[in-house]
């Protein structure tokens, strides 16, 4: 990837590796490696000049993708040297989300963007390779479908959801909903769509007819993301009112009773990440065997939780500003965490 890329990393990037100190149990320092990390904890940095929204590793693990306020998105390697890779350049305003596309034949990135446009990436060459207009507001959220033909869902702030097929420049449908859109992600086969905005629910879309199947109710405030498990069956919500929830949505999971507020679908409420007042989209995450998640949060750290209990397994510090965004590795204990403080870090986990 770095012989070929059409950006060259910013001057000053700069790879950091140390060991956690006190008793934080979650990141190694004595015991046994058990993932493939040149160190225990590995912060990335000098790549950026305003605050990272998000981030992603690669569908292999193998890369990672963030995107921040400076415009810019940044490729790092995972593994080896943790090398910046590559500093894709072509966003007017911050870069809100990114997203790879599973599907695609070659690796491939989308961003989204508050200049209302996403922009396709090559992501081994760092080419462009085309830009999607459509939207009138900014871009909040943009999600891909795991198999089949690849198509994009984009949520913006112009209150609607358009969908893309990457063979094409235009939007193929939008589905309107009136208010800003914050999140959305697709069902495992793709013939659903979840989204998620300021009206604190999240809708259920049926993509053929664009009808909305039901709804998921519970948070008291915008919601911030949107994950769903590696096995389809369950989606992961984060939002502004301090709480993770995990919802069950499989086809067979019960419908409420009329008159019945609450939802049957809700499977877990976690707390312990607070949103705190920047009014930031922080995002949540799976770990690919699905017994725990993760969350971004304002009180500087990862928040990790057992799916099963519901307990905090460990709170990650290390950051100097808000913790916007996580990811787990799809193949290895690892966690990877964006902050408001420009940096990324990457740490190892122990097992339980």
Not at 54 to 68: R, T
Not at 155 to 165: C, F, I, K, N, Q
Not at 338 to 344: G, H, I, V
Request: glycine share 8%; net charge neutral.
């Amino acid at each position: 990837m770095a012989d070929k890329r059409k950006s060259p990393p910013l001057t000053g990037v700069e790879v950091v590796k140390r060991a956690r100190q006190g008793n934080d149990r979650a990141l190694i320092q004595k015991q046994s490696r058990t993932s493939s990390l040149s160190n225990s904890v590995i912060s990335l940095q000098g790549a950026h000049s305003a605050e990272i929204l998000d981030v992603k590793f690669s569908p292999d693990g193998q890369y990672i993708a963030a995107g921040a306020a400076d415009h810019t998105v940044s490729l790092w390697e995972t593994f080896g040297d943790n090398r910046n890779i590559g500093i894709l350049a072509g966003h007017s305003r911050a870069v809100s989300s990114v997203e790879w596309a599973a599907s695609a034949d070659e690796p491939t990135l989308i961003s989204g963007s508050a200049d209302s446009t996403l922009i396709v990436w090559h992501a081994r060459t760092g080419q462009k390779l085309r830009r999607l207009r459509g939207h009138k507001g900014i871009v909040n959220s943009v999600a891909c479908t795991r198999s089949g033909r690849p198509m994009v869902a984009s949520g913006s702030d112009d209150g609607r959801v358009l969908l893309w097929d990457l063979d094409e420049r235009h939007f193929v449908d939008a589905l309107h909903f009136g208010y800003p859109i914050t999140s959305v992600r697709f069902s495992e086969d793709g013939t659903q769509l979840f989204v998620g905005g300021v009206d604190n629910a999240i809708h259920v879309m049926d993509v053929a007819s664009k009808q909305r199947q039901y709804s998921l109710r519970g948070h008291l405030d915008t919601i911030a993301s949107l994950r769903l498990s590696h096995s389809g069956t369950h989606l992961l919500s984060s939002a502004l009112d301090d709480t993770v929830r995990i919802w069950d949505v499989r086809p067979f999971a019960p419908e409420p009773q009329p008159g019945d507020s609450s939802s049957p679908r809700l499977y877990r409420t976690l707390t312990g990440a607070p949103s705190g007042f920047e009014n930031l989209l922080i995002k949540a995450a799976w770990s690919s065997d699905g017994e725990r998640v993760a969350s971004g949060g304002a009180d500087r750290t990862c928040t990790i939780w057992d799916v099963e209990t519901g307990k905090i397994l460990y709170k990650l510090p290390g950051h100097r500003g808000s913790c916007t965004a996580v990811d787990l590795h799809p193949l290895e204990p690892i966690v990877l965490s964006a902050s408001t403080d420009r940096t990324l870090l990457l740490g190892e986990i122990l097992p339980e």
